[in-house]
């Protein structure tokens, strides 16, 4: 990417401090209670959900470790993943997404209106993702998004849609826990999910030589409802406290997924999780490679508090939006400079 546009400079109260609080306060959650063929206590699964609960509450941010997803898958999806990056910039663009061809190569994404100091490949988890043909509620019309895949390496494609599998998994595990610290039943949110157009991003951020000035991600808060980050052990994403505003670095855990609470969690739970901002550092020596899957609904999806979470003490404090004109408009400040602040979820919060 050469020498720094200034495109991809901050502003100064958003620029990166290079020394660091580094995150003991992000929690770690070991999930083999859900995963254990023995009989698990019900204190300990109790315990379990407490924990998830606590998580979602204090920090939108937690790690979990024996989460039953293959190693191995990782290990692939990775060396794909640095193959694929590792081509000529004429390579990769051969699957460059655009406005109607949504998944994909990108590497000039905006966040908050300054370019990130990143790469990107992006596929749907599921293939075609059937959606609206427009925002229309009477059009019955449908089309199909169907991802790019690139030529190199071979095993690309069916490497990415075996890890998409094994993400889906662990997102219901998760959402049946979540679910269940809210006093709902465990499937809850399972059926918002039927025609999901949930995807898979994978990041490449190279070396920056000004690490002081550039993000590979700015600030910003995940708008889908669950968001399961796989990352390096260069590490990077900081996470800002709820106490006090303040920016931790999450430590890299071994083998470890990250978890966050995304907007649509945070209507639906009425504000009892809250969806939190987040950022990526890069660094003048080291490359980093991460892998977020974003769990969506359906673009028909209308996301309003859960009824079962309002009533006259505590009212629903946001109107219903719906889901696919929510995200299409956030996703045009991704080829171009908005005048405006991207649409946000506090835009439909009901005034008290």
């Known amino acids: 990417m050469g ?19 580094e995150g003991k306060g992000v929690p770690l959650i070991d999930l083999s209670p859900i995963l254990s063929s023995n009989n698990v206590s019900a204190i300990e699964f109790e315990g379990l959900v407490k924990e998830v609960g606590d998580a979602c509450k204090e920090w939108g941010f937690f790690q979990v470790i024996n989460h039953g997803v293959p190693l191995e898958k990782r290990e692939k999806i990775d060396g794909a993943s640095r193959k694929f990056f590792a081509q000529s910039l004429e390579e ?6 655009n406005e109607k061809k949504v998944t994909g190569y990108y590497d000039t994404e905006h966040t908050k209106n300054v370019r990130d100091w990143k790469e990107v490949f992006d596929f749907a988890v599921e293939e075609p993702t059937i959606v609206p043909a427009s925002h229309e509620p009477d059009d019955k019309e449908v089309i199909e998004w169907n991802n790019q895949w690139p030529d190199y390496p071979p095993e690309f494609r069916e490497t990415c849609q075996d890890y998409g599998q094994e993400m889906v998994k662990l997102a219901y595990k998760l959402l049946g826990l979540i679910a269940l610290s809210l006093d709902l039943p465990a499937d809850r949110f399972h059926g918002f999910f039927k025609d999901q157009t949930s995807f898979i991003r994978l990041n490449h951020y190279p070396p920056c030589p000004t690490p002081e000035l550039a993000l590979g991600v700015g600030r910003h808060k995940d708008a889908g409802a669950l968001t399961i980050l796989a990352q390096d052990d260069v590490g990077g994403l900081e996470v800002k406290q709820k106490t006090d505003g303040e920016w931790v670095r999450v430590k890299p855990t071994p083998d470890a997924y990250i978890i966050n609470v995304g907007d649509i969690i945070q209507v639906w739970s009425n504000d009892t999780y809250e969806s939190v901002e987040h950022r990526v550092i890069v660094n003048s020596e080291r490359e980093r490679y ?3 899957f974003f769990l969506l609904p359906p673009l028909s999806t209308m996301v309003e508090p859960l009824e079962e979470l309002t009533n006259k003490k505590n009212p629903a404090k946001y109107r219903a939006y719906n889901w696919g004109e929510f995200i299409s408009n956030r996703s045009q400040s991704n080829f171009q400079k908005q005048k405006v602040e991207n649409l946000q979820i506090s835009d439909f919060k009901i005034s008290e």
């Open 3 to 21: 020498e720094v546009d200034p495109a991809f400079i901050q502003e100064p109260e958003h620029r990166p401090k290079i020394s660091y609080i």
């Open 92 to 97: 990769k663009r051969k699957v460059r997404r």
């Open 290 to 292: 991460s892998y977020p």
